[in-house]
């Protein structure tokens, strides 16, 4: 039985004392709130710290076609230093030192973006040659 269970096993012994009046509603309220803090830290804890960094990565641009152009900009401005438009769209992302590990963890794939001193750029074939 994994911990998650365990913690649910109790919660619904819990219930069951106070079905029966073995507890006060205030203690069960008090104990349940235990219980439901317990399973979320396990549940947190067993999520991988990359798929917490790519949800929360998502997350922040859920309503991005809603934003006004002043909103997108804040929210790029708040994850990057800098960010280089040429007229084939981005060509150079400088991320802000906090935001690094959440956008390795967000953009994943290196063969698409790949890291370099100045900053994250698009691969092109032609540095291979």
């Not at 365990?6 to 309220?29: F, P, Q």
């Not at 549940?43 to 309503?63: C, H, I, K, N, Y």
């Not at 084939?88 to 959440?102: F, H, M, N, T």
Request: no cysteine; aromatic share 6%; net charge negative.
């Amino acid at each position: 039985m994994s911990e998650e269970q365990r913690v649910e096993a109790r919660s619904g012994r819990l219930r069951d004392l106070y079905e029966l009046g073995d507890i006060t509603r205030d203690e069960y309220i008090r104990r349940r709130d235990q219980f439901v803090r317990e399973a979320s830290a396990i549940r947190a804890a067993g999520e991988p710290t990359f798929v917490r960094q790519r949800t929360s990565m998502r997350s922040l641009v859920d309503d991005w076609d809603e934003m006004s152009a002043d909103q997108r900009k804040r929210v790029l401005g708040t994850m990057f230093e800098e960010v280089i438009v040429d007229g084939d769209g981005i060509s150079e992302l400088v991320p802000r030192e906090g935001w690094r590990p959440y956008l390795k963890a967000a953009l994943g794939e290196p063969r698409v973006l790949s890291e370099r001193k100045t900053g994250l750029e698009p691969a092109t074939l032609t540095l291979a040659r």
